[in-house]
């Protein structure tokens, strides 16, 4: 079983800046892509972020040019940075990791709120 752990969660005003960690139980080396997602409350999860092995990257347009994920090899962690934040970004925000979609495990999550 693999295991993931997010922090970084916190409250910001708009236009603010957070950055999420997550970090896996198992090397982030691995051939396995990751992702970060986010749901709101009453609404649909949304994959807002993924990386894949080759560190190749894709954002979801409510998202693209304010957030970005990277991968820390050394510190075996996974990031979002999170810039120009936007109230409509609140959020419980998960990483997950593997398989097809990348969404074989999931983390518990860690809260982002953001005040206007």
């Known amino acids: 079983q693999v295991h993931l752990t997010e922090s970084g969660g916190g409250s910001a005003q708009a236009g603010g800046s957070l950055r999420l960690s997550c970090v896996p139980s198992i090397p982030i080396t691995g051939a396995f892509c990751m992702i970060w997602s986010r749901q709101a409350p009453d609404k649909e999860r949304e994959q807002v972020a993924l990386?894949?092995?080759?560190?190749?990257?894709t954002y979801a347009d409510a998202v693209k040019g304010r957030f970005t994920i990277s991968k820390d090899i050394a510190r075996n962690t996974l990031y979002l940075q999170m810039d120009s934040l936007k109230p409509e970004d609140t959020a419980m925000y998960y990483c997950a990791l593997g398989g097809r979609r990348c969404e074989n495990y999931w983390g518990q999550g860690t809260q982002v709120t953001v005040s206007s």
């Open positions: 990386i894949n092995p080759d560190k190749t990257t």
